[in-house]
Nanobody, 125 residues
Framework: QVQLVESGGGLVQAGNSLTLACKAS????????MGWFRQAPGKDREFVAA????????LYADSTKGRFTISRDAAENTVFLQMNSLTPEDTADYYC??????????????????WGQGTQVTVSA
């Protein structure tokens, strides 16, 4: 079992930055792929970014590459999502998730076994 708790969401103006955190507990994370997803009202859950805990390989969606950065603090079992140059289109609930590290389709929500409760991000124009 892995427990995930997100934090850091809020209201921010377009062009500004926000950093989300996902605190993990439970099983050893070295065997997991940690991902961030988002879901806007009326839309499907969308892949944002992911990293493999063991070798720190980082993966991004085309829509966030260059603006968002995923990172981790191994000592704190925490994954971060730094979001820069935010636009109203980034408004969504953001979720942290964990999947077995061997998955290839890391961008599919169905591959992830564990999910946090989500944190809301609202970007005003």
């Amino acid at each position: 079992q892995v427990q995930l708790v997100e934090s850091g969401g809020g209201l921010v103006q377009a062009g500004n930055s926000l950093t989300l955190a996902c605190k993990a507990s439970g099983q050893i994370l070295s065997s997991y792929l940690m991902g961030w997803f988002r879901q806007a009202p009326g839309k499907d859950r969308e892949f944002v970014a992911a990293l493999t805990w063991r070798n720190y390989r980082r993966l991004y969606a085309d829509s966030t590459k260059g603006r968002f950065t995923i990172s981790r603090d191994a000592a704190e079992n925490t994954v971060f999502l730094q979001m820069n140059s935010l636009t109203p289109e980034d408004t969504a609930d953001y979720y942290c998730a964990a999947a077995p590290s061997y998955v290839n389709t890391y961008y599919l929500p169905k591959e992830y076994n564990y999910w946090g409760q989500g944190t809301q991000v609202t970007v005003s124009a």
